[in-house]
């Protein structure tokens, strides 16, 4: 029944084409973001938001590739350009300032010189020992296994640790990354949260983070925040809190999962905090929520406050929430649309 749930609750829209890259890139000018002339023509969902070091945006859709923004217009790259796919789950830059993408089917690295570059994210040569391998930059790898790592020159495919206990049903696909000021990388994955400090990796499932039997991780977002406090946002049993060796569900303990809730995917009412796909934190030290359902939430430390974003009758789900160089927080939409918080409310950006 578990595999049922999360095969209905994956939405992954993969293009299986994957092609040579063709495509010759110009000079990139400075990001104007006031002297916009166009509007964005994504309509499948923003999954992935990245402002590179020259001020430029760049945007990953759930199905429609890769828009470029310079300050003045859009560009676009898909598959037909050299991508391995278009459905583009995360976007970073290397220290040579060159873009890559995590596709939902392998890696694509595009430099302005030599165009795209394609990586399968799986390989026959897979590394057990993470210690082996080098770099700052990861992708996810598929539903089952692990992760990839590159340092900028080559990609490695490395194989989690599993759980002991693991159930038959349990999958491993990565859902997101973040970065702690300690060094340490938070790996989230459906089934359980991984930490690796550069030497040891960590693992924490339902009894590590004090989880009830009837209690499914369904983890869709993490992040490790200023205070060195690690948000982990599940699809169905709301946000949990972990503070040192100490975790609790933050969502039941602000009251914010309904009292007849199946915890398990379903549509949640106005008011919870059930269903979170997006963690940020602001300037401020303020952590954003983006909920599948009920919109997105600022937690000051005291209070949490619930917005509406963009049509109140559509309710569209934050698929990304991202804090720009500027400090501007955007807010990636399921319906194709981003938002930025204006310090009161909500207005379009693209």
């Known amino acids: 029944m578990r595999l049922i749930y999360l095969i209905l609750t994956l939405t992954l829209n993969v293009s299986c084409v994957e092609k040579e890259s063709t495509e010759e890139e110009t000079s990139m000018p400075e990001l104007v973001v006031a002297s916009k002339t166009e509007t964005l023509k994504f309509t499948s969902g923003i999954r ?11 945007f990953g859709s759930q199905n429609e590739g890769v828009s470029f923004y310079d300050g003045k217009s859009f560009k676009y790259f898909t598959t037909n350009d050299g991508l391995s796919n278009n459905q583009i789950r995360s976007i970073q830059e290397d220290t040579n300032g060159r873009i890559w993408f995590g596709t939902a089917r392998g890696v694509s690295v595009y430099d302005k010189k030599s165009g795209v ?14 210690n082996e391998t080098n770099g700052d930059l990861w992708f996810y790898a598929g539903e089952e296994d692990g992760i990839s790592r590159s340092d900028g020159m080559d990609v490695n495919y490395l194989i989690f640790p599993k759980p002991k206990n693991k159930s038959p049903a349990s999958t491993y696909g990565v859902t997101d ?135 109140k009758t559509s309710s569209p789900m934050t698929w990304t929430i991202y804090r720009d160089n500027k400090n501007n927080m955007l807010f990636g939409m399921a319906d194709g649309n981003i938002y930025r918080f204006n310090g009161k409310v909500f207005e379009k950006l693209f």
């Not at 040891?200 to 060195?228: M, P, Q, T, W, Y």
């Open 177 to 311: 990354i973040s970065k702690a000021k300690d060094g340490k990388v938070w790996i989230a994955t459906y089934s359980a949260l991984f930490s690796y400090d550069g030497n040891k990796i960590d693992i924490f499932e339902n009894e590590k983070l004090n989880l009830e039997e009837n209690k499914v991780l369904h983890i869709r977002s993490v992040l490790a925040d200023s205070k060195g406090r690690i948000w982990i946002g599940n699809n169905g049993i709301g946000v949990l809190l972990k503070e040192g060796e100490t975790t609790i569900n933050f969502s039941e303990k602000k009251n914010l999962i309904h009292p007849k809730s199946t915890r398990n995917g379903n549509k949640s009412e106005p008011g919870t905090l059930e269903h979170v796909f997006a963690i940020e934190e602001d300037l401020e030290g303020n952590v954003w929520f983006g909920d599948r359902d009920t919109g997105a939430w600022k937690y000051d430390g005291k209070t949490l406050t619930n917005y509406s974003i963009g049509d």
């Open 48 to 58: 992935a938001i990245f402002q590179d070091s020259k001020g430029n945006y760049w």
């Open 117 to 130: 570059t394609n990586y399968l994210t799986k390989t026959s040569e897979p590394k057990y020992d993470w």
